[in-house]
């Protein structure tokens, strides 16, 4: 069955640097785009980025772009998210997610990492 | 940046009733939306892709229709396993963005 364990997320200092990964097992990972999702605390859900199958194609959340760099590894099955410059608001609950069944949708999920971002 | 408005943010219901929850884009979308199901302390689950196609494993109360900028989920029939929290999703264009979530409380 599909499996997602995101890892990396801990405490950090604003303007420092962090970075997540997510492996993944259970379908043919380097068929299909991964996203990388966030919920702050008490929050809703919000799409940070997408790398689709080639490596090559990513969209960002505007309020990440400059700060955040998705990459995929197909041979590790694993995607990243290195997150610079961090700051207080990006606090949350990190998911990441392929795109199996419909371009774009998130049908499987990982239990998320939590990344605080604290002085 | 495509905007989507849920209502209502929160809502009371028995077991067995219908609920109905409602997610306007600010423009067009075509069928492009999904609806997730959350429960406290774990991540979301896909009930619903293209506005109406039910995602496999996924109970056939759940329902989805509309098309352009208005959309509905509908649960008949509310189990107890029910109570959570929806958010709508549209894959229109990036970036991608969820509703604000609807709360579905047992009265």
């Known amino acids: 069955q599909v499996q997602l364990v995101e890892s990396g997320g801990g405490v950090v200092q604003p303007e420092r640097s962090l970075r997540l990964s997510c492996a993944a097992s259970g379908f043919s990972f380097s068929t299909y785009a991964m996203h990388w999702v966030r919920q702050a605390p008490g929050k809703g859900l919000e799409w940070v980025a997408v790398?689709?199958?080639?490596?090559?194609?990513?969209f960002y959340l505007d309020s990440v772009k400059g700060r955040f760099t998705i990459s995929r590894d197909n041979s590790k099955n694993t995607v990243y998210l290195q997150m610079n410059s961090l700051r207080a608001e990006d606090t949350a609950v990190y998911y990441c997610?392929?795109?199996?069944?419909?371009?774009?949708?998130?049908?499987?999920w990982g239990q998320g990492t939590l990344v605080t971002v604290s002085s | 940046d495509i905007q989507l408005t849920q209502s209502p943010s929160f809502l009371s219901a028995s077991v067995g009733d219908t609920v109905t929850i409602t997610c306007r884009a600010s423009q067009g979308i075509s069928i492009y939306l999904a609806w997730y199901q959350q429960k406290p302390g774990k991540a979301p689950n896909l009930l619903i892709y293209?506005?109406?196609t039910l995602q496999s494993g996924v109970p056939s109360r759940f329902s989805g229709s509309g098309s352009g900028t208005d959309f509905t989920l509908t649960i008949s029939s509310l189990q107890p396993e029910d109570f959570a929290t929806y958010y709508c999703q549209q894959r229109h264009s990036y970036p991608l963005t969820f509703g604000g979530g609807t709360k579905v409380e047992i009265k």
């Open positions: 293209t506005a109406s």
């Open positions: 790398i689709w199958s080639d490596a090559n194609t990513k």
């Open positions: 997610a392929p795109s199996v069944v419909d371009p774009s949708v998130f049908d499987y």
